[in-house]
């Protein structure tokens, strides 16, 4: 019985090492996140103040890649930004991949390309779940796509393209649904907070 009561606390113990030591390991990461982009935002010379607070708000996996979008939000100018910087990940570190974008735009559109593949990337954030659906149009019309049920207040979605020719498709039109399915103008769908 007193094998089993030790055997219990050992154990205890040890999941609530582990917890704790995931749970740092998660916090370390997004400060040591919110850093890099900070760093990044200074050497952009867009006025930005050294005082200036980012926020991660969500890190995102492109699917079946080791490489992430950071989704992140910070005030400068009266304004508040929100923005996507990449990351990849090696040896359970974050290592910036060299882009970011950010905007006063509530839902933004970006292209990356990995293992010559090119991916669409809408992100954005859905006040109180405005957004039921998006719609992505490409300029040469040939492909579109749809990201159906955004059940969240902030998404990333990442969609992998039939070309690797940027000009075919940036700029995307992006048109946003009501929970009704009712077509939202750009300014409801990307500037109403």
């Not at 390991?25 to 040591?32: D, L, M, P, R, Y």
């Not at 699917?63 to 910087?85: C, D, I, M, R, V």
Request: hydrophobic share 35%; proline share 3%.
């Amino acid at each position: 019985m007193l094998k089993g009561i030790a055997l219990t606390i050992v154990l205890m113990m040890l999941c609530s090492f582990y917890a704790n030591t995931t749970f740092a390991n998660q916090v370390s990461h997004a400060e040591g996140l919110e850093a890099v982009i900070k760093e990044k935002l200074l050497q952009d010379g867009n006025d930005i103040k050294s005082s200036v607070k980012v926020e991660l708000i969500r890190l995102d996996k492109v699917p079946q890649k080791n490489y992430y979008t950071a989704l992140f939000s910070f005030k400068a100018h009266s304004s508040t930004y929100l923005g996507e910087a990449s990351f990849i990940k090696e040896n359970d570190e974050y290592e910036y991949a060299g882009g970011h974008g950010y905007g006063v735009n509530r839902i933004n559109q970006t292209t990356i390309t990995l293992d010559n593949q090119l991916y669409s990337v809408i992100y954005g954030e859905n006040f109180n779940k405005r957004i039921s659906s998006i719609s992505a149009r490409f300029p040469n019309k040939t492909f579109k796509y749809n990201i159906n049920w955004i059940d969240s207040p902030y998404f990333v979605h990442f969609q992998k393209l039939p070309t690797t020719n940027m000009k075919e498709v940036y700029p995307s039109k992006i048109t946003c649904y009501d929970q009704k399915h009712h077509k939202l103008t750009w300014h409801q769908c990307a500037r109403v907070k």
